[in-house]
């Protein structure tokens, strides 16, 4: 931290101020910031001073200058501004921001991405200024900004701490000249200034100590001993300073103090020795003032550092230090501890839909259940959202099992929020030390992929961490890492499957396969790589890939002379909800120079049946571009007939789960057959995939099907490949299944 000059040193008591620093390094260790400083205005000079700093860039603050003067070129920066105006100034994106463009390359450096300003102010002046830093954009939402403005207010009081120390000294000097003039000193400061006796008695006191001792006059105190107003706790202390005055000495001392009424203050005294005529100590002189907002505002501060501000639970920073405490007594003992990691299940919709405030009063509830279950010796703690996280000392796997039956069942019953019945449920995953893990960290890690598990496995429900899961999370972390290279590295291509008219035997559609070949893994199947390709966000790109290169390959197919044929392209999830869905196959279609009856894009069921409504919107905006759907794996979701005659789709693919024993399970070929008349009735055709035997084909020509796709006509080839196949089917047409 830069040193302050001779007027800030005097001004804040030799700049070494304890509060200020500690204030900085919990916005950071705590806060998640990058950086946080404290700039105080020097009265002389205009310049703001740095008095404290932590985090990434602190050098900065070795080389600012900052000056508030009406024809200064600095102080145009976010401090400057908020500086001027007295209001907080919320840089969202540090990188674009105008107003911090000077600072561009210096942020990139320091890796800042947004940033705020907070005036700090005293008796309604603006002193200084409060200044974090963030590593990520649009850091300070709503909630974030109400706790900065609470932290500015709470340093704002207790800035109090700091007064000029050169004005004390001069109050204390004003006061030894004369007896005489002792008495109108006192009572006119706004402090309370007190004498006190080699003894220990109280000579004098002035309005303002009286208030503080909640005393009627200096004779009702002078009745009492003075140091009974003072807690126990602290009366040694006192005693001490007292006698180092009496030595000669000057001291200052924090201490608590009980009125008559009852009320608890917490003061800060400066003594000093007051001498007769020979330079002999013959009393104590003390200026005190009520310092119980800067204590309350430390205590809170200390509170945020360890707790919770929503449901008073632990937080991350208590949690680490219970459970270090804990695995060092499991440790010794050769016992058991458990971590658990409780997430409320679709959570995210309360607050969408009912809004934040009950979604807070939702989560304290929770909390509150959740402390109902557990044992004294037990943690708590609430890492953000709607996530906790629990510790249970000296517990194995079996009461581990037995507290999770017991978390879900109080979680599970109904919560009565404001007007709302509501009905959430949990997903639990657990840990074991030290089987899980030897450390918070790692045992967090194991508890956190356990309860991935519960939710991908239907939610309402425990799991316990297993090597198995681990070996899955490194894996999905592989994945997700290459998968950000795969496209630019050309390692996705497409293949591509005939679907054939099952009356005339020809190629009237093929449908686009996405395959990966990763030079370290092999093959991954589209199973597995497409859930990671939609958690990494990368879907949206590498399926605007697919799009574009099977319509530009069928245009290419088409041009060589190949006669005209549907291209069938899956969609995601993702991808269907996406707002831009039409205009992007719109475009492709365009650049393709392809009319649009030669794309259908297919949707899985479950997809189309997560939200009817929605579905039915967005297939009516692609039916608008003449776009045509199918709906795929029909017959494995939750269809529901009426939604589905009000989808905009055209064709129904049978799932080949129904296909593959058509020639051994009569259940099957009764499903398949009520599929393909449905789908008649409706007006729709029917398609089935994974027709394998000329038994299977057979049945589905009986029952009228129109389309089949399969390994009987060919598996999913390149492109080159596959253009074999049409030239060869060309050549032998109703040739049956494609060579060997």
């Known amino acids: 931290m830069p040193e302050l000059n001779h007027t800030a040193r005097g001004t804040f008591s030799g700049g070494k101020v304890k509060l200020f620093p500690q204030i900085c390094r919990d916005a950071v260790q705590f806060g998640g910031l990058k950086m946080a400083w404290i700039g105080m205005i020097d009265a002389d000079t205009g310049l703001v001073q740095p008095v404290a700093s932590f985090g990434t860039g602190v050098d900065y603050l070795e080389s600012i200058e900052i000056r508030l003067s009406a024809d200064s070129p600095t102080g145009r920066g976010p401090t400057g501004i908020c500086l001027r105006d007295g209001r907080p100034y919320w840089c969202q994106d540090y990188q674009q921001d105008p107003v911090t463009a000077p600072w561009h390359e210096r942020g990139a450096r320091y890796g800042w991405r947004s940033m705020a300003a907070l005036p700090l102010l005293r008796k309604g002046q603006t002193v200084g200024a409060f200044v974090v830093y963030s590593d990520v954009p649009d850091a300070f939402d709503e909630a974030a900004q109400k706790l900065l403005v609470e932290m500015a207010m709470d340093i704002s009081f207790a800035m109090d701490r700091f007064v000029d120390e050169r004005e004390r000294k001069q109050a204390i000097e004003n006061l030894r000249v004369s007896d005489s003039h002792l008495r109108t000193i006192i009572e006119t400061e706004p402090e309370c200034v007190k004498v006190v006796g080699k003894n220990g008695a109280l000579l004098e006191m002035n309005s303002a100590g009286l208030a503080m001792l909640e005393v009627d006059s200096i004779e009702s105190a002078r009745a009492r001993n003075l140091i009974d107003f003072i807690t126990p706790e602290h009366r040694e202390a006192f005693r001490d300073l007292h006698g180092r005055v009496m030595d000669g000495e000057s001291g200052m001392l924090e201490f608590e103090v009980i009125g008559l009424k009852g009320t608890h203050r917490w003061l800060e005294t400066h003594a000093a020795p007051m001498r007769d005529a020979q330079g ?393 057959a009520a599929i393909i008349s449905m789908s008649n009735s409706l007006g729709l055709l029917t398609i089935a995939e994974g027709v394998e035997t000329s038994g299977q084909l057979a049945f589905l020509r009986g029952q009228h099907c129109d389309e089949a796709q399969g390994y009987y006509y060919s598996k999913p080839l390149p492109a080159t490949e596959f253009e074999a196949f049409l030239a060869h089917r060309r050549k032998s047409p109703g040739s049956g299944p494609a060579p060997e």
Not at 312 to 319: A, E, M
Not at 346 to 354: A, E, G, S, V, Y
Not at 495 to 518: F, K, T
Not at 608 to 631: C, F, T
């Open 280 to 672: 002999a100590v013959v009393s104590l002189l003390g200026i005190t003032r009520d310092i119980t907002g800067r204590k309350d505002s430390e205590s809170r501060i200390q509170y945020l550092a360890n707790f919770d501000a929503l449901t008073g639970l632990p937080n991350r920073n208590l949690l680490a230090d219970h459970v270090q405490y804990a695995i060092g007594l499991m440790r010794h003992s050769n016992e058991n501890l458990c971590v658990m990691f409780v997430d409320l299940d679709r959570f995210k919709d309360i607050n969408d839909t009912l809004g934040h405030s009950l979604g807070d009063a939702f989560l304290i509830e929770t909390g509150k259940r959740l402390q109902s279950v557990l044992r004294e010796t037990d943690t708590v703690s609430r890492l953000g959202g709607d996530e906790f996280v629990l510790v249970l000392s000296d517990s194995g796997a079996r009461a581990a099992a037995h507290v999770a039956e017991k978390l879900l069942g109080v979680i599970s019953t109904p919560y009565r929020i404001s007007q709302y019945d509501l009905v959430v449920t949990a997903s639990i995953g657990i840990a074991i030390y030290p089987h899980d893990g030897e450390d918070l960290e790692a045992l967090s890690r194991s508890a956190d992929t356990a309860m991935y598990r519960a939710k991908q496995e239907g939610r309402n429900g425990y799991r316990f961490f297993t090597a198995e899961m681990q070996d899955r999370a490194i894996r999905h972390m592989q994945l997700t890492n290459a998968m950000h290279h795969a496209l630019e590295n050309g390692q996705l291509h497409l293949c591509y499957q005939p679907q054939m008219s099952i009356d005339s035997d020809h190629v009237i559609g093929v449908e686009a396969l996405l395959r990966w070949n990763h030079p370290e893994f092999g093959g991954i199947s589209p199973a597995e790589f497409i859930p990671v390709a939609e958690y990494s966000g990368l879907i949206l790109p590498i399926g605007e890939w697919v799009l574009r290169t099977a319509m530009h390959q069928l245009k290419t197919w088409i041009d060589r002379g190949h006669p005209p044929m549907v291209m069938a392209v899956n969609l995601s999830a993702v991808q269907f909800r996406h707002r831009s869905l039409p205009d992007l196959v719109r475009d492709i279609l365009a650049e393709a120079r392809l009319p649009p009856e030669y794309l259908e894009l297919e949707l899985t069921e479950s997809v189309a049946m997560h939200d009817p409504k929605g579905a039915i919107s967005v297939m009516d905006r692609l039916h608008e571009h003449g776009i045509r759907m199918s709906i795929d794996d029909f017959g494995t979701g939750y269809s529901s007939l009426n939604y589905l005659k009000k989808l905009k789709v055209y064709k129904i693919k049978i799932d080949q789960s129904f296909i593959q024993e058509l020639d051994s399970r009569a259940e099957d070929r009764a499903i398949v």
